[in-house]
């Protein structure tokens, strides 16, 4: 039976180094890095062997390096995108994130490591 593919955005297959913040009930703030498998408007795929549970909301920080864009008029460099999303499906393979509608964009101030 053929799977029919739901998505109604187009998925880019991009790494994109990632770091994703969860907050527990006694507010401390357990960090993990990864990098996206793949990434749309509206959520990523996020490669890793210990996903987390559907339903955990995370905070988001990614970063994408501009600097081969050459049509920009400015070079920015890296560019950090801050956004949250919920974690919609967990496989062994990895985790699917939901984003939510709000974000911030802004050049990137700093190190970012992954």
Same mark, same amino acid.
């Given at each position: 039976? *053929?799977?029919?593919?739901? %998505? !109604?955005?187009?998925?880019?297959? &991009?790494?994109?180094?990632?770091? /994703?913040?969860?907050?527990?009930?006694?507010?401390?703030?357990?960090?993990?890095?990864?990098?996206?498998?793949?990434?749309?408007?509206?959520?990523?795929?996020?490669?890793?062997?210990?996903?987390?549970? *559907?339903?955990?909301?995370? %905070? !988001?920080?990614?970063?994408?390096? &501009?600097?081969?864009?050459?049509? /920009?008029?400015?070079?920015?460099?890296?560019?950090?995108?801050?956004?949250?999303?919920?974690?919609?499906?967990?496989?062994?393979?990895?985790?699917?994130?939901?984003?939510?509608?709000?974000?911030?964009?802004?050049?990137?101030?700093?190190?970012?490591?992954?």
């Amino acid at each position: 039976m *053929e799977s029919s593919e739901r %998505r !109604i955005v187009e998925r880019f297959d &991009l790494e994109i180094p990632a770091r /994703l913040r969860i907050m527990a009930a006694d507010e401390t703030v357990d960090e993990i890095e990864l990098r996206t498998e793949n990434i749309s408007c509206g959520g990523a795929f996020f490669r890793t062997p210990t996903p987390l549970p *559907e339903g955990t909301d995370v %905070r !988001i920080d990614l970063v994408l390096n &501009l600097d081969r864009i050459k049509t /920009l008029k400015t070079r920015v460099g890296n560019v950090h995108i801050e956004l949250t999303g919920t974690v919609n499906r967990s496989e062994a393979s990895g985790m699917s994130v939901c984003f939510h509608p709000e974000y911030s964009i802004r050049p990137l101030e700093g190190e970012f490591k992954t």
